[in-house]
Structures are given as C-alpha cells and as structure tokens.
C-alpha cells in the first residue's frame, strides 16, 4: 500500500534528529506532541524532506487502523458478520461513543445501534473484532446464554480476548461481566444512550 501524503496542516511539530550511527535506517516516533523522525546525518535536504512526508504518512496510517472511524468500524463489523456469522447480524449503526466508562459496548436489539466505547481506541484488533461480534450476536440473541456464546464459538480469540479486557479491567478497576442481558445506566450521562428498552451490554 503506498505512503499517504500527510498534509502540513495536520502535521503537527516535527524534530528531524541526525545520526552519525545511522546509515540506511529511518524510524519515526510520537513524543509529547512532536513526530520524531531520525534520519542518517548523511542525507541530503532534499532526501530528509522525502522521509520526512513517507514517515508521517506510515504514521498516520498506523493512526488510521489502531483508531477506525465511524465508518470503518461500521464495514469492519459487517465483515465479521459475514465471517463469523453468516451475515446474520445487520446492524443499523456501529459508533464510537464516550460515556461508556463502565463496559465495552452496547446494542440495543430493537433498531440494530452497536455503540463502542472509546477506551478500545488504540487496543489490538483481535480485542476490538470480539467486542463488535459480541454485540453483534446480541443482535441475532439478547441473553448471554446457550445459544448466545454458540454464535461466537466460531471467533478463535474469544479467550484471548476476554483475557485482556479482564487484565484492563483489574488494571482500571473495572470488571468482565458476561453473565447480564440488561443493566441500568452507570450514571446520568448514560441515560439516553444506553437506557433504551432492549439495551444489551457487553460488560
């Protein structure tokens, strides 16, 4: 896949670092704000202006897939609906919200919504992938039972997965809870996202 072009306005700081040391490699990095970009002390302006864009396009790429907008995480949970669940679980929306400070995700069967929290920007798809197809299935099956976890019996991480998010969990304080179909919201800011009749979380 080719490098992105990454315009000078969404750039932000860049610190290019020369290297004596280095002789072909180039690497990049964020720190407090700023790109870092290390380059060998032998190039040329010309070459460290080319490295300089070909970086910060691979990082803004990398950006891209560790934190997917509405719409990709949208086309990303059909994918698996069509991997994973022979397509059965259609939903209406799939979004990233913020209030969700108390579980992963919800849905609420009777429109087809899936809302993700933003706390899994940045975590390992695999982990990402379980919690869409969670919600998912509560599409296809509102109650964590028999039928419920036959549906993600064909996603080979679901133990892996449950496993970060019980390490987060222990990390944040908060706790994996599969055993609850519905639950009151965790506060105020909850009430008109996740209070909906036929709500089903996650956690």
């Not at 306005?9 to 990095?29: C, L, Q």
């Not at 109650?143 to 996603?155: E, N």
Request: proline share 4%; glycine share 8%; net charge negative.
């Amino acid at each position: 896949m080719p490098d992105v072009p990454v315009a000078a306005s969404d750039r932000g700081p860049v610190e290019v670092r020369r290297s004596g040391r280095r002789r072909r490699t180039v690497s990049a990095y964020r720190e407090g704000g700023r790109t870092i970009v290390l380059i060998p002390a032998r190039f040329t302006k010309a070459e460290e202006r080319q490295w300089v864009d070909t970086m910060l396009g691979r990082l803004a790429a990398g950006d891209r897939r560790r934190r997917p907008s509405d719409d990709s995480l949208a086309q990303r949970a059909a994918n698996l609906s069509a991997r994973y669940l022979d397509d059965r679980a259609r939903a209406t929306s799939v979004r990233w919200v913020a209030n969700q400070r108390g579980r992963w995700g919800s849905c609420t069967p009777a429109d087809g919504t899936i809302r993700i929290s933003d706390r899994l920007k940045g975590m390992p798809g695999y982990v990402l992938d379980y919690v869409l197809l969670h919600e998912l299935a509560h599409l296809l099956r509102p109650a964590h039972d028999r039928q419920f976890w036959t549906l993600l019996a064909g996603y080979p991480r679901v133990e892996r997965a449950r496993g970060f998010l019980e390490g987060v969990g222990a990390a944040t304080g908060l706790t994996l809870d599969d055993d609850k179909a519905d639950d009151e919201a965790d506060d105020e800011d909850d009430e008109n996202e996740d209070d909906e009749d036929g709500a089903t979380t996650l956690f």
